[in-house]
C-alpha cells in the first residue's frame, strides 16, 4: 500500500490536495502481516476487521 500512496502522492496529486489514504478490504485479519506490512510507516495506521452481511 505504502508504494501506490507514494506514487500517487509524487505523480498524481495537484497543488492543495489532501494526502492520499489508502483502504484495503479483506476478509481475515493476519496479525503477523499486519505487524511487518505496517512497521516503520510515519503515518497513523489503522487496522481492522469487517463483516459483511
Do not use: W
Not at 494526502?19 to 489503522?46: H, Q, R
Request: glycine share 6%.
Amino acid at each position: 500500500m505504502n508504494l501506490y500512496l507514494n506514487y500517487y502522492r509524487k505523480h498524481e496529486m495537484s497543488e492543495g490536495d489532501n494526502p492520499p489514504i489508502g483502504i484495503i478490504l479483506c476478509a481475515d485479519k493476519n496479525d503477523a502481516l499486519v505487524e511487518y506490512t505496517t512497521t516503520g510507516l510515519s503515518n497513523e495506521v489503522f487496522v481492522s476487521k469487517y463483516l459483511v452481511q
